[in-house]
């Protein structure tokens, strides 16, 4: 039996009322350590990494609070780093998990918590430092104080127990990269767990999905919330405040990536998230964002017309990329690869183009990739070559942009593999023209006029 520590979270707690498909998430019990923790969850990906492992010793340090003076945050000074956040689902500053793993022994897990800190507390909040209430709620029941040279003696005995390597997550903007250099340069057969930990992220477990899910719904809910808002003489930037209201007021932590409001011209600007511009009757603007919830983001892109009815032109370009993005949802099954699903868009967009895009088809103005994995980051880890499994979630973005017309769509989805096929998850965003059109001209008869 699996013990939900987290049914509050999955099924949403009494305050769910307040919007039909987004649950509310319990107050947390410990701002220290985040939100509460599906134990049952977080051990069994300690224990399939270490199986995979065989031995070695794997240390895993958390991130450390990022820099108000130096860095451009666009949220909170703190941000779990993710393979910490994979193993443990706490969001506690500078600590540091060690697994060891052996072929013969027990397996080991410890995890290393520095000490609270009154004085710092008064700045930051209550922390969660070792001791019971970190037992209980992580479920690890080796919790240390940690100290400078705690980790090195740890990966050192780590190394005597299992008899093999030392493994630790290498990358280059580890903050402890002096650390790792140091115990590669001791000697030391030290090797990176990142691909082996990236290869489990890509199949995403029920945890994982659940976070996902949630910020994809929380995501389509904001979307949504924008296309009834929108109207000419409106400034992106508004109608990105409208957006990223409702994603705050359901929960989200943050943003995945900056917004990309993007009208007339701007919409044939792919990455676009200045959002200055004033939008006018009769253009179109593309939507691209994605709400973080619980380390995990989604990437949902919807493209309205300003003046909330599409022109024959625009409907015509938008028809075709979506059913182009239809095409390719359809084809979504395990075995397949992303390479396969891009000839499917190519090959479709090539069969139905018509005269829509002059001689030659609209392909040559579909001028970026098809889709990309989702995850704890909105272009996750993963390779490219991999084909499809159940657990794999991707996004479907196919998109036109003429910039001779200031005409760009883009409609992006994201997507769960399943056994037989795929699952949207998010389909709660309307994504028809007439789905849209009617949404919007509801909105508009409902707001007050002039303003913004
Ligand atoms: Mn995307």
């Known amino acids: 039996m699996r013990r939900f520590v987290l049914l509050g979270f999955l099924l949403g707690g ?78 506690t500053p500078n600590a540091w998990l060690v697994l060891v793993a052996s072929m013969d022994g027990e397996d080991e897990v410890t995890l290393y918590l520095p000490r609270r800190e009154r004085g710092m507390e008064q700045w930051t909040g209550r922390g969660l430092g070792p001791g019971e209430d970190a037992v209980r709620l992580t479920g690890i029941q080796r919790v240390l104080p940690y100290a400078p040279d705690s980790i090195d003696r740890a990966a050192a005995r780590g190394r005597r127990r299992s008899g093999g390597p030392l493994y630790t997550v290498m990358y280059v903007a580890n903050r402890d990269n002096d650390r790792i250099r140091r115990w590669a340069s001791s000697g030391q057969d030290v090797r990176n767990i990142v691909p082996l930990l990236d290869s489990l992220r890509t199949i995403k477990d029920e945890v994982g999905i659940a976070a996902l899910r949630r910020a994809v719904a929380i995501t389509a809910e904001g979307v949504t919330a924008g296309m009834s808002a929108a109207h000419p003489g409106m400034y992106e930037y508004q109608l990105e405040a409208v957006i990223e209201a409702r994603f ?48 995990h983001t989604a990437d949902v892109t919807r493209t309205l017309p300003v003046s909330g009815r599409f022109t024959e032109r625009q409907r015509a370009i938008y028809d075709l990329v979506l059913a182009t993005q239809e095409a390719v949802i359809e084809a979504v099954k395990p075995g ?79 997507v769960l593999v399943t056994q037989t096929g795929a699952e949207i998850l998010s389909a709660g965003a309307p994504r028809t023209t007439t789905e849209i059109e009617r949404l919007m001209q509801l909105a508009e008869g409902s707001q007050p006029t002039g303003g913004n």
Request: hydrophobic content about 40%; glycine content about 12%; some cysteine.
């Open 14 to 91: 009494p305050l769910a009322a307040q919007s039909p498909t987004v649950p509310v998430a319990p107050v947390p019990e410990l701002p220290g350590a985040g939100r509460p923790v599906d134990i049952d969850a977080y051990r069994a990906r300690r224990a399939r990494l270490m199986e995979r492992v065989g031995s070695g010793v794997i240390v895993v340090p958390a991130a450390h609070p990022r820099d108000l003076e130096a860095e451009v945050l666009q949220d909170n000074h703190f941000r779990q780093d993710d393979y910490f956040f994979y193993l443990t689902g706490i969001e």
């Open 248 to 295: 705050r007021h359901l929960g989200a932590d943050r943003l995945g990536f900056p917004s990309i409001v993007g009208s007339g011209p701007n919409s044939t600007v792919l990455h676009y998230d200045m959002n200055r511009r004033q939008m006018q009757a009769g253009e179109l603007v593309v939507v691209d964002v994605g709400a973080e919830y619980a380390q």
């Open 336 to 414: 397949v690869t992303i390479g396969e699903l891009g000839s499917v868009a190519r090959r479709y967009m090539a069969d139905h183009s018509g005269n829509l895009c002059g001689e030659g088809d609209c392909g040559r103005y579909f001028v970026h990739g098809l889709s990309h994995w989702l995850g704890m980051r909105v272009h996750d880890v993963g390779d490219y070559r991999m084909v499809l499994e159940p657990g794999m979630v991707l996004t479907i973005e196919p998109g036109i942009y003429l910039p001779e017309e200031n005409l760009g769509v883009r409609i992006e989805d994201d």
